[in-house]
């Protein structure tokens, strides 16, 4: 008879999450864990949509939002809003390591036109 595994409980505060669709693992603590690009890979639903996958790691999602358009003219991207309500514009860039690389959120002077 096959003896069990001596596993013991560890609280190690990491989380491994496996997705046997597209074959892979990823092995993070907390901090990663409740990043929007962890959050992304993990559950592509909402208002994201699957553009391209490669049927392994990479994966290009697209934010579908009801009142924001995102359209590429040339060199220019332009976001065309429907009935907008809000005061602020935040875009931000994640590494593939969820370091965040860029917030436009915070820059104090727009350059472009709405």
Do not use: C
Not at 52 to 66: A, E, F, N, V
Not at 89 to 110: C, E, P, R, Y
Request: charged residues 20%; proline residues 4%.
């Amino acid at each position: 008879m096959p003896s069990k595994p001596r596993i013991s409980y560890s609280n190690t505060d990491t989380y491994l999450y496996i997705n046997l669709d597209y074959q892979y693992a990823i092995f993070m603590n907390a901090e990663a864990f409740n990043t929007t690009l962890t959050k992304l890979f993990i559950n592509a639903s909402g208002p994201y949509e699957l553009v391209y996958s490669d049927g392994g790691l990479t994966k290009i999602l697209k934010l579908k939002h009801p009142n924001v358009r995102i359209e590429r003219s040339g060199d220019k991207i332009i976001f065309r809003f429907d009935n907008a309500t809000g005061t602020k514009l935040k875009i931000w860039g994640f590494l593939d390591n969820a370091t965040m690389v860029f917030d436009l959120s915070s820059q104090k002077m727009w350059r472009g036109r709405l």
